[in-house]
């Protein structure tokens, strides 16, 4: 709840007028409770994981429209009914897990120094805090990842997450109660490190989810615009991860490629990929000479 009753007194607090967001966020939050604000979170969440997955169901559902070509494991496909049920399951995960654990965090998010007042940051300081918040979290969930693929933490955690050898959308949020508390100690740390306004914080939440949708949609569209952020993972990079499964030692990295590169975690990622374009540039030689073309997918694929 903001300190001031009227726009005027919110300009001499700050000694000049406010700017269009700030009058906007004025008007929207003078009179609401900082825990209010925070509990957006909640709704925000609800509407990613329904909404947000919902194109990648119409992808799945309309293969045959020109889509084939963009699915990374093109051998596998999931119904409605299935894919619904996965929904379901994230749900009922939300309804018990997250969302009660969003009510209760707020005062770890207040003690941490999380604002909601003015002046709001500027366009560049949330962009450098949401960069500080993705790197974090990527470093963190790194480790905390190769940790869940030892064999008490997969047996006993992370193998839920792994029933889907080929992700989809719904599925990036689908785990073990358990890893989805354990996985919000890293989105926690970069906030708590470098804590910056409630609309930072929402959008931290909010694109990180999205990212996560993202990497686990099961196809490798050419015209993504993380394509072009530095060291991005990707679909095609976790799906990679999915693929092996329980003995996967590759790909560990939440966002980005370097933790993986750094600890000589993405091996079989690297070897996998040459294998696949060494088979790809053998088919096109082939199918020239044949006068047709060959496809290899790469789920017929796999490296140790």
């Known amino acids: 709840m903001l300190p001031f009753d009227t726009i005027e007194e919110a300009a001499t607090f700050l000694g000049r007028n406010l700017t269009v967001a700030e009058t906007l966020w004025f008007n929207y939050?003078?009179?609401?409770?900082?825990?209010?604000?925070?509990?957006?979170?909640?709704?925000?969440l609800f509407l990613i994981f329904t909404l947000v997955p919902l194109p990648l169901v119409f992808v799945e559902m309309m293969r045959s429209l020109g889509f084939e070509k963009?699915?990374?494991?093109?051998?596998?496909?999931?119904?409605?009914?299935?894919?619904?049920?996965?929904?379901?399951?994230?749900?009922?995960?939300f309804i018990l897990v997250?969302?009660?654990?969003?009510?209760?965090?707020?005062?770890?998010?207040?003690?941490?120094?999380?604002?909601?007042?003015?002046?709001?940051?500027?366009?560049?300081e949330i962009l450098a805090q949401l960069a500080v918040y993705f790197l974090i979290?990527?470093?963190?969930?790194?480790?905390?990842?190769?940790?869940?693929?030892?064999?008490?933490?997969?047996?006993?955690?992370?193998?839920?997450?792994?029933e889907y050898a080929a992700p989809i959308g719904f599925a990036a949020p689908y785990a073990h109660w358990a890893e989805v508390l354990i996985?919000?100690?890293?989105?926690?740390?970069?906030?708590?490190?470098?804590?910056?306004?409630?609309?930072?914080?929402?959008?931290?939440?909010a694109l990180r989810q999205i990212e996560a949708i993202e990497t686990h949609s099961g196809?490798?569209?050419?015209?993504?615009?993380?394509?072009?952020?530095?060291?991005?993972?990707g679909a095609?990079?976790?799906?990679?991860?999915?693929?092996?499964?329980?003995?996967?030692?590759?790909?560990?990295?939440?966002?980005?490629?370097?933790c993986d590169y750094i600890y000589g975690t993405d091996k079989g990622y690297r070897y996998h990929k040459k294998v696949l374009k060494n088979l790809r540039e053998k088919s096109r030689t082939d199918g020239a000479q044949n006068g047709g073309s060959y496809y290899v997918p790469t789920q017929d694929l796999k490296s140790e």
């Open 137 to 162: 979290e990527d470093y963190t969930n790194y480790w905390i990842h190769r940790f869940l693929h030892g064999k008490w933490g997969y047996e006993k955690i992370h193998k839920v997450h792994h």
């Open 236 to 258: 095609d990079y976790h799906d990679y991860h999915h693929y092996v499964g329980e003995q996967s030692q590759s790909n560990f990295a939440s966002v980005f490629t370097y």
């Open 183 to 205: 996985l919000g100690i890293p989105s926690f740390l970069g906030p708590a490190i470098v804590p910056g306004h409630m609309i930072t914080f929402w959008l931290w939440i």
């Open 29 to 44: 939050s003078a009179k609401k409770s900082d825990y209010f604000l925070f509990c957006h979170n909640i709704l925000f």
């Open 98 to 124: 997250v969302g009660p654990l969003q009510l209760v965090s707020y005062p770890s998010v207040k003690m941490i120094g999380v604002r909601t007042g003015l002046p709001l940051p500027s366009v560049w």
């Open 219 to 233: 196809y490798d569209f050419p015209w993504t615009p993380t394509k072009y952020i530095p060291f991005y993972g």
């Open 70 to 93: 963009y699915k990374i494991q093109p051998k596998v496909s999931l119904s409605l009914s299935e894919m619904f049920k996965c929904y379901k399951d994230v749900m009922q995960m």
